[in-house]
DNA sequence: GACTGTGAAATTCTTCACAGCA
DNA sequence: TGCTGTGAAGAATTTCACAGTC
């Protein structure tokens, strides 16, 4: 995902395996909710049951950050939802800053979930001039402008970018020169950063064509192969390929005016 | 993920692998946008570097789909774009609805990726009986009481779940009954399914979460364990839980009713 | 007796390195 | 010569199964 080196240092010092951290999020969301009803403990079987995983994997991910259950007993909620919320960082406040004020830009500035687990939205930034003042989800926009200063004024390392996919490597470029060293992706395109430097994205499209490709696959054994579930299209490659390429340039939120060109 | 039997028979030919279909969406955004500037031909390297992988990984998901590329000179792009669309069930049409047409519901349904590469937004609903009728994306809001019919009549096999985490399970136990096998996800819940039908999961919180373990592990090595770099803030354990839990139930959207001021 | 913690086996994924073909 | 296709090695992840502890 990084560039040149040997890879990452990466998941070294603490050693916890990377597919590890990625389910320690689900862990916490699960113990909240258990927090919420009061409940003491839990057994590495319910606990992986409201996670969506299975417990021995629940246990080994567990392992890695110490012995934090008892045996015969299982885990204490509040005890774990601590250790968790350490172990990602959570225990600190996380500055954020939110680029490109489309739908999707928008929608994540009403997250909820954004402002309570440790993160706060500390500015919301935008190209379109006509959008600066302007109050989303409480918070007025910025320009672009005042990228650089909003960063270092906030001691913000973690960026969102949700601008159109044209803008957001000049984006992504302008957040690392000023400070950030991880970056939440949702424009659809391959960003490029230096070393030190985290990305991770999401991507609609691509989530949707993942799934596509087992309901084919589902289709395919019931009815044999080459059989769609619905009017099959088989539209000229290259118009398909040329409405895709056009559509990735508009960005997440389709035409919406967002960040372009500084 | 699926059925409880010996996983699926492996139709001796099909055996592509789960981490090889994940990047097919990838190769072929890379493609596409070559095949826009009528690029002919690409060798593992080029086209690795603009998905950014690696060529050796590349080559040998290539190698999965079958010998598509010409050795001392690479691949053919329309070629290649065509078998790929082909794999991954995009040369036929899939009709989606989106459930919960909040802030990312609008997101979603404005997302021009959408509608380009195979997929097709049937329909937008809605739990709102305020919002039925309204358009969103050039498309009218149907109330939830039409959930059934329109999966029905439209042959939806896709449905895509915006709603709040409260509702999400609700919706999806419908989705399921009425004939949908493939979810996408983006309520931050876990949801149950019957064999046989596909979930994948988008979430946000989760994301960045991730982002700040790696961040904070950054600071941690500068500067010495458990030194963050920002405002410190070390909230009660429980209250931190319950306003997490609390905020998840509100939804990917937070508490906003509908679309945005549009 | 119940349930955790963990070596070891099994499986999946990535990378290497080179044979083979245009 | 240049680049693909792929066996084989290596690494990461998951699962098994059971010893250890409360």
Known sequence: ???????RPATRSRGIPEATVARLPLYLRALTALSERSVPTVSSEELAA?????????RKDFSYLGSYGTRGVGYDVEYLVYQ???ELGLTQDWPV?????GN???ALANYGGFASRGFRV???IDADPAMAGKPVAGIAVQHTDQLEAIIRDNGVS???????AGAAQQVCDRLVAAGVTSILNFAPTVLTVPDGVDVRKVDLSIELQILAFH???????????????????????AAAAAAAAAADRKGPDGDVPAVMPA
Not at 1 to 7: I, K
Not at 50 to 58: E, F, I, M, Q
Not at 224 to 231: F, I, K, L, Y
């Open 1 to 7: 995902m990084a560039t040149g080196r040997t890879h």
């Open 50 to 58: 409201a996670a969506g995983v299975n417990s021995a994997k629940l």
């Open 84 to 86: 968790i919320s350490r």
């Open 97 to 101: 800053v939110i680029v490109g004020i």
């Open 104 to 106: 999707l830009g928008a």
């Open 122 to 124: 500390a500015a919301l």
């Open 158 to 164: 973690i960026g969102v970018i949700a601008t159109p």
């Open 215 to 237: 309901e084919q696959r589902k289709a395919g054994e019931e009815t044999g192969p080459e059989t769609g579930p619905s009017a099959p299209v088989a539209p000229t490659t």
